[in-house]
Structures are given as C-alpha cells and as structure tokens.
C-alpha cells in the first residue's frame, strides 16, 4: 500500500482553472426563481450562491475592480 501524497490544486489554481473556461450562464430570471425557492426552503448558502449567480448575470463581469 502506497503512502504518497495526493496533490490537490491550491485556490489560486483552481480559480485560473475556472477563469480559462467559459460558462454560459442561465437568464436572470431563472436565477431569481431559483433565489426565491432557496429563500422559502431556508436555504441561506444556495440564496446567497444564487444571489451572487444574479449578480453575475447581470453586470456580465467577474473579478474585482
């Protein structure tokens, strides 16, 4: 039995892995619907994803200025 390391991307690596592919994201009106079903579940990390998804979507940037 092997007890070599598994290497895993650091953060930085795993954000310049994203960046290099392009998603399309979905309309921002199915974004709010999903917003608004996460918001009457209770689920406070999927309304915050989506909240940030809308964001997205609609400024059609990513990244700080």
Not at 36 to 57: E, I, K, S
Request: with cysteine.
């Amino acid at each position: 039995m092997s007890t070599a390391l598994v290497r895993r991307p650091t953060e930085r690596a795993a954000i310049e892995a994203a960046a290099r592919s392009s998603r399309p994201l979905p309309p921002v009106p199915v974004i709010l619907a999903d917003l608004l079903a996460a918001h009457a579940r209770g689920d406070r990390h999927g309304a915050n994803l989506c909240a940030h998804l809308a964001v997205r979507a609609a400024e059609g940037t990513v990244g700080e200025q």
